[in-house]
């Protein structure tokens, strides 16, 4: 059975992430474009939890909204400058047209349907130590990452010594 | 038991992606680009959903090396950024030239 409450809400949170996706392109400026951005992927974050993926929902929001985008508003905020378009020309938006219309033609013919998570099919990643490994694993070539950045931020500005 | 068809994900994951891609070969400043790229791997998440219906175990360990592997990238994209603009004194796209130039480097506090 075809859910009209769960398609509704998918389409209706779609919409709007696409429009406050095309919203980016359409500002000139930096700032509004991240916050833009933020609102896109928060959207995104609301189809998680729509289909009961409240795990992914909280990393979304935790990781990449909190912090990463964070930081990205923060930084679009400090070279907010008015931006001359430049780059590849408009017509460009004719393949890419195309490439969302072979998406959904190909993806409709499939007809592979989309159930949401139960609350009990995710517990299983987070007690089995492969599961913690792997996050522990990640978050050290977070921090690994991070450190060697700074140091090499510190050297270009030339504050580091050695 | 509530259905979705996979095609709406799809579509929407698609055109999310394409303007990420448009946003950013039409852009000309590095800010524009990092902007443009987070984008892009919004459409990445939501072509991961129809995953978890299959196997949601998978599924969640793909999400958070997503996740956490594009953090540290884009990290390292503001880290490249600030130190362009610290070299350059401009985050425009045309400042990027060919890689192993060498740059002269500001006064130190030693």
């Known amino acids: 059975m075809i859910s009209t409450y769960l398609e509704g809400a998918l389409i209706t949170l779609g919409v709007f992430a696409v429009l406050s996706a095309i919203g980016i392109i359409i500002t000139k400026d930096n700032l509004y474009a991240a916050i833009y951005l933020a609102i896109t992927t928060g959207l995104v974050g609301a189809v998680y939890g729509l289909f009961g993926i409240a795990y992914g929902f909280v990393l979304i929001y935790l990781i990449f909204v909190g912090a990463t985008i964070t930081i990205t508003i923060v930084l679009a905020a400090t070279y907010r400058k008015i931006e001359i378009k430049g780059g590849v020309g408009k017509s460009w938006i004719v393949p890419m047209i195309l490439f969302i219309i072979a998406i ?37 070539l977070l921090m690994a990452i991070m450190i060697g950045l700074i140091m090499y931020y510190l050297e270009v500005s030339g504050v580091w010594r050695s | 038991m509530e259905v979705v068809n996979a095609a709406i994900l799809y579509g929407f994951a698609s055109i999310i992606l394409m303007t990420g891609y448009y946003s950013a070969l039409r852009a000309n400043d590095l800010i524009r680009i990092l902007i443009s790229l987070e984008l892009m791997f919004n459409a990445i998440f939501l072509t991961l959903i129809p995953l978890f219906t299959v196997s949601p175990v998978i599924a969640f360990g793909i999400l958070i090396v997503v996740i956490l592997s594009s953090s540290t990238e884009f990290m390292t994209l503001i880290i490249a950024i600030m130190a362009m603009d610290r070299i350059r004194r401009s985050v425009r796209v045309e400042e990027i030239k060919a890689g192993g130039e060498q740059y002269v480097e500001t006064k130190s506090n030693t």
């Open chain 1, 104 to 140: 959904v033609v190909a993806s409709v013919s499939t007809k592979y349907n989309v159930t949401p998570v139960t609350g009990q099919s995710l517990t299983g990643f987070t007690t089995a130590s492969d599961g913690l490994l792997l996050i522990a694993l990640l978050a050290s």
